[in-house]
T-cell receptor
Framework: GDSVTQTEGLVTLTEGLPVMLNCTYQ??????LFWYVQHLNEAPKLLLK?????KRPEHQGFHATLHKSSSSFHLQKSSAQLSDSALYYC???????????FGDGTQLVVKP | DPKIIQKPKYLVAVTGSEKILICEQY?????MYWYRQSAKKPLEFMFS???????DNQTASSRFQPQSSKKNHLDLQITALKPDDSATYFC??????????????FGSGTRLTVL
């Protein structure tokens, strides 16, 4: 079955340092991968998505490359900002169903 | 203006009671969903509806019953409430709900506390 693994529950960074949040997945069929971001007391919203191998979508300075060979879709940003502090979910769907599976989420805290 | 309206924003209930969570979307989407977020399971899929038909159900308990009276409505009835049901319940929608890379659009959630 489909599943998503986010290994870090909490990532704490100093402003200006690079961000990398890990996401690996298992999928029987060709997957669609997403990153959603949830700021405090707000609803989750889409940050970026991909279904093409080795393509790198970008949004608000964040980017992620889908690597089907390693089943990974890590989220990266070159320089963290205080406003990036939020809960980040990696998510997965595929051609077999219309359910989107979410990982456990990674809380990113950016400090001055 | 919010495009997905969830009511109420906060809800306090006593154990054993019944509550209905309301969701209306004005995005013109044909698929609607319920997700639950608690400390134990961060964002958990519950139900999906497409064109007012149940497509997928990941909720083991029959105490949770979605109700779709109109295409843009998907309410959630919860009976015999338990303290473990305490969570934030998010309604979401997407254009068709078919297997694809569709974006989910979430409402602002209903925070349910069961005493």
């Amino acid at each position: 079955g489909d599943s998503v693994t986010q290994t870090e529950g909490l990532v704490t960074l100093t402003e200006g340092l690079p961000v990398m949040l890990n996401c690996t997945y298992q999928s029987t069929y060709s997957p669609f991968l997403f990153w959603y971001v949830q700021h405090l007391n707000e609803a989750p919203k889409l940050l970026l998505k991909s279904f093409t191998d080795n393509k790198r979508p970008e949004h608000q300075g964040f980017h992620a490359t889908l690597h089907k060979s390693s089943s990974s879709f890590h989220l990266q940003k070159s320089s963290a900002q205080l406003s990036d502090s939020a809960l980040y979910y990696c998510a997965l769907s595929d051609w077999s169903n219309n359910r989107i599976f979410f990982g456990d989420g990674t809380q990113l805290v950016v400090k001055p | 203006d919010p495009k997905i309206i969830q009511k109420p924003k906060y809800l306090v209930a006593v154990t054993g009671s019944e509550k209905i969570l309301i969701c209306e979307q004005y995005l013109g989407h044909n698929a609607m969903y319920w997700y639950r977020q608690s400390a134990k399971k961060p964002l958990e899929f519950m139900f999906s509806y497409s064109y007012q038909k149940l497509m997928d159900n990941q909720t083991a308990s029959s105490r949770f019953q979605p109700q779709s009276s109109k295409k843009n409505h998907l309410d959630l009835q919860i009976t015999a409430l338990k303290p473990d049901d305490s969570a934030t319940y998010f309604c979401a929608s997407s254009p068709t709900g078919g297997p694809s890379a569709e974006t989910l659009y979430f409402g602002s959630g209903t925070r349910l506390t069961v005493l």
